[in-house]
C-alpha cells in the first residue's frame, strides 16, 4: 500500500517506501491455493458423480437397465414414453425448484455469475445436493441439455460452501467459488487452459494473482484426477487434415459471423420464448412440464437431439453422418432446446451450443475445402465465442477438445468473428440478460483504473490560500466574510498543516459568539489530520478519503510535511472526465497547415 502520512511528519519517501508494485499479492495467496487444490478434487469427484447419476438415469429411463454407462439417444424407442418421459421429469424438476431451491432452475452460469457479483459468492448446501439430482433427472429424462453448467454451478457451491466452512472473505469466497466451478468444467470435458480463460472472461471480473493462481491450481488439480476418473485423451479426437487455400482464414472468419448471426438469433429466441411463459396463467411450477412436452415431441422427430449428445459431437467432428440427419439433429436441437431452457428447467448449455454451432459448420463444410468434420469445430468454437462472448475461451476449447493444436489460427479468426457479431448486435449475452432482467447491471469490459495510473500532484490545486495557526478566531471569522473559499488549511509558521476550517466551523462560531482572540491552531489543532503525499498514487488517497470521511486532503512534502497542494473531490472528477474525453476525442493524423 502507499505510504500516507498524518500531519505530524514525513512519511516514507523513494520507491521502496511507496509499497508500489505491478500485482496486489501477499501470503494468503498461497493458503487460497492450497485451498483450491482441495476445492478442485471435491469438485472433480462431484463431476463424474454427476456424469455417472445422468447415465443411469438415461439407461434406467428409457433402456430399462440399472447401468452407468454413457448410453445414445440414437438407440430409443420412439412411442408414447418418450413423450411422457420428459414431461414427467419437468413435473419433477418444478416440484424441486418450488419446495427445493428456486436456484436449480436455469443451466446454472447465470446463476454463478449472480452469486458472485450480487449474493457476496455465498451458496447454500442445498443447491449443492438439489442442482446435480435436478440435472440428472431433466438430461436423463431427454432434456437436450450438458453436463457442464450444473457442475459448474456445483463446484461453485462446493468451493463457497468450503470458503464458508473457513469464514474467508466474500473476495476470497469467490475465488474458491470460481476454482470449483473451473475444476468441474476441467473434469467434465478435459479443457483445464479453457477453464481458466473461462474464469477470467466470464466469472472472476478481475485479472489478480490472487484469484488467477488459486483457480488455475484447481483447474491443473481436476486434469490430475481426470485420467482415473474419465479416461486419457481428449473428450473427441480429431485431426483435421489442415490445406486450407490462401482465403481459408477469410472463409473461417465468414463462418464465425455466420455463427454470430445463428447465436444472435436464437439468444432473441430464447428470452422471447421466456417472455411467453411469463405471460402464462399457471404456476411456473408447472412450466418445466411443457417443456418437456416439447422435448418429448421433438425426440419423436429425431431421438438423437435428445439428451447430452457428445456422441452427436462426435459424429459431426467425424464426418458419419448425412445431410438430412444433420439438418433434422440442427433444426429439432435448436426448438427443444430453446423452449425446454426457456420453461425454467435445469440443465447446461455447453454441449447444446457445441452441437448447433457444430451442425451448422457442418452443413458449411459441404461447399468449402477441408471436410465437413473441420467446419464443424469451426461452428463449435464460433458458436461458444460469440454465445458467452468469451472468444478466447472459444478457440482453446475447441482445441482441447479434440487435441488438434494445428487448426488456433482458424479457431481464433472463427471464434472472434462471431464474438464481434453478438457485441454488435446485442446488448447482453444469453448468459447476463437474465440477471439484467432481474434488475442488475453488468459490465465485463475491464480497464485500468484511472486512479491507479494517476499521481496526487497530476491533479492537486498547487496554489493553496491557507489560514495561519498563530491567527485568532477573529481573524478567520473575517478572512470568511470577506469571501473566499469555503475550507482552509490550517498551518504552522514552517507551513506545516495542523487541521482544516470550514465555512460551516465559522458560522457555528459566529452564532455561538464563540469569535474571541483565542488562537486558531489551538482551537482546531488535529494531531490525526489525514494527508497524502505528491508522488502518492489517487486510489490510494481516495481510500484514505473514504476511511476518514474526508472531503479534502492537504497534500505535504515528505521530507518536511509542508503544504505543497490540497486534493478535492473535484479534483478526482476531473481524473474520471479526462479518462472519458480520452475514449471519445479523435484527432487527424495530419494537422491542419498553419497559413504563411
Not at 172 to 179: I, N
Not at 358 to 386: F, K, R, S
Amino acid at each position: 500500500m502507499t505510504a500516507i502520512s498524518r500531519a505530524g511528519g514525513p512519511a516514507d519517501s523513494g520507491p521502496k517506501g511507496r509499497g508500489l508494485a505491478d500485482f496486489n499479492a501477499d501470503r494468503r495467496l498461497l493458503m487460497l491455493a492450497a485451498m483450491a487444490v482441495a476445492v478442485g478434487s471435491f469438485a472433480t469427484f462431484a463431476a463424474w458423480g454427476l456424469i455417472k447419476l445422468i447415465n443411469l438415469t438415461t439407461n434406467l429411463i428409457w433402456f430399462g437397465r440399472l447401468d452407468a454407462a454413457q448410453a445414445s439417444m440414437a438407440h430409443a424407442a420412439r412411442g408414447p414414453w418418450m413423450v411422457a418421459a420428459p414431461v414427467l421429469g419437468g413435473v419433477i424438476i418444478g416440484l424441486m425448484a418450488r419446495f427445493g431451491s428456486e436456484k436449480i432452475r436455469g443451466h446454472g452460469i447465470p446463476e454463478a455469475i449472480e452469486a458472485i457479483l450480487i449474493g457476496g459468492s455465498r451458496m447454500s448446501p442445498k443447491v449443492a445436493v438439489l442442482k446435480p439430482i435436478s440435472s440428472a433427472i431433466s438430461i436423463g429424462s431427454g432434456g437436450p441439455f450438458g453436463a457442464e453448467g450444473p457442475i459448474i454451478m456445483t463446484g461453485g457451491a462446493i468451493g463457497s460452501l468450503f470458503a464458508q466452512f473457513f469464514h474467508l472473505s466474500a473476495a476470497e469466497r469467490k475465488v474458491l467459488l470460481v476454482a470449483g466451478a473451473a475444476a468441474g468444467m476441467t473434469a467434465i470435458f478435459g479443457t483445464p487452459v479453457a477453464a481458466v480463460l473461462l474464469a477470467v472472461e466470464l466469472l472472476l471480473f478481475e485479472w489478480r494473482p490472487r484469484s488467477f493462481i488459486p483457480v488455475a491450481a484447481a483447474a491443473v488439480m481436476a486434469a490430475c484426477w481426470r485420467p482415473s476418473l474419465f479416461g486419457h485423451g481428449p473428450l473427441f479426437p480429431f485431426a483435421a487434415q489442415v490445406g486450407l487455400p490462401w482465403w481459408g482464414l477469410i472463409a473461417c472468419a465468414g463462418m464465425g459471423l455466420v455463427a454470430g448471426l445463428q447465436s444472435s438469433l436464437l439468444t432473441k429466441a430464447l428470452y422471447t420464448l421466456e417472455d411467453a411463459f411469463e405471460r402464462l396463467p399457471i404456476h411456473w411450477m408447472w412450466w418445466p412440464a411443457l417443456g418437456g412436452l416439447a422435448v418429448g415431441f421433438g425426440g419423436l422427430i429425431e431421438p438423437r437431439a435428445l439428451g447430452v449428445g457428445y456422441d452427436v459431437i462426435g459424429d459431426l467432428l467425424g464426418g458419419g453422418l448425412l445431410w438430412r440427419a444433420v439438418m433434422a439433429i440442427l433444426l429439432v436441437k435448436a426448438g427443444i432446446w430453446l423452449v425446454a431452457l426457456s420453461s425454467g428447467t435445469s440443465g447446461g448449455v455447453l454441449a447444446p451450443l457445441l452441437i448447433l454451432g457444430g451442425a451448422l459448420g457442418w452443413l458449411v463444410g459441404l461447399v468449402l475445402p477441408g471436410g465437413t468434420g473441420l467446419w464443424a469445430l469451426l461452428g463449435m468454437a464460433a458458436m461458444l465465442g460469440g454465445t458467452m462472448r468469451s472468444p478466447l475461451t472459444g478457440a482453446v476449447f475447441a482445441l482441447e477438445l479434440t487435441g488438434d493444436f494445428k487448426l488456433l489460427a482458424p479457431l481464433l479468426a472463427a471464434s472472434t468473428a462471431a464474438y464481434a457479431v453478438t457485441v454488435l448486435l446485442l446488448k447482453r449475452s444469453i448468459l447476463t440478460e437474465k440477471i439484467a432482467r432481474r434488475g442488475q447491471h453488468i459490465t465485463r469490459e475491464y480497464g485500468i483504473d484511472p486512479y491507479e495510473l494517476a499521481r496526487v500532484a497530476d491533479v492537486m490545486i498547487a496554489e493553496v490560500d491557507a489560514l495561519c495557526a498563530d491567527q485568532t478566531v477573529a481573524e478567520a471569522l473575517a478572512v470568511f466574510e470577506a469571501g473566499g473559499h469555503r475550507i482552509y488549511p490550517v498551518v504552522d509558521d514552517a507551513r506545516r498543516p495542523v487541521g482544516l476550517v470550514s465555512r460551516a466551523d465559522a458560522l457555528r462560531w459566529e452564532v455561538a459568539g464563540d469569535g474571541g482572540e483565542e488562537r486558531l491552531g489551538d482551537r482546531i489543532s488535529d494531531a490525526d489530520l489525514p494527508c497524502a503525499h505528491p508522488g502518492d498514487v489517487l486510489a490510494r488517497a481516495v481510500e484514505l478519503m473514504i476511511a476518514t470521511d474526508a472531503g479534502r486532503l492537504p497534500v505535504t512534502d515528505p521530507q518536511s510535511g509542508a503544504l505543497v497542494g490540497l486534493l478535492t473531490r473535484k479534483s478526482l472528477l476531473r481524473v474520471r472526465a479526462n479518462a472519458v474525453r480520452a475514449e471519445a476525442d479523435r484527432q487527424a493524423f495530419f494537422g491542419a497547415r498553419t497559413a504563411g
